[in-house]
C-alpha cells in the first residue's frame, strides 16, 4: 500500500511538471499568433488582391494603359505594354507552376 501512494505520489507530481509545461507552450504560442497576426493578413490580403487582378485582366490592363500614356506617350506606352504583356505570361507560368505542386 504504501508503494502505491509514492507511485500515485510521483505520477501527480509528474503530472503537475507537464500541466505547467503545457501552460508555458500554451503562452509561448498565444505570443507567436500574436506576432504573425499582421504578416499573415498582409499575406492574405495580397493574394487576395491577386486573384482579383488575375480574373479581370482587362481591368488591370485598362489602368496600366491609362498610366502608361499619362507618364510617357504613345511610345512609351507601347514600351509599357510590352513589359506588361511579359511580365504577365511570366507570373501566369509562375503561379501555374507553383500551384501544380500543391
Request: charged content about 25%.
Amino acid at each position: 500500500m504504501a508503494n502505491m501512494t509514492k507511485q500515485m505520489r510521483e505520477v501527480m507530481q509528474r503530472r503537475q511538471i507537464l500541466l505547467s509545461r503545457i501552460s508555458a507552450q500554451r503562452e509561448e504560442l498565444a505570443e507567436i499568433g500574436v506576432r504573425w497576426t499582421v504578416p499573415l493578413r498582409f499575406a492574405d490580403q495580397t493574394w487576395l488582391a491577386v486573384r482579383f487582378l488575375r480574373s479581370h485582366p482587362v481591368l488591370l490592363a485598362g489602368v496600366a494603359s491609362l498610366i502608361a500614356v499619362r507618364r510617357r506617350g504613345v511610345i512609351g506606352f507601347a514600351k509599357v505594354a510590352w513589359r506588361l504583356w511579359k511580365s504577365y505570361r511570366y507570373a501566369d507560368n509562375f503561379v501555374k507552376n507553383v500551384t501544380s505542386r500543391l
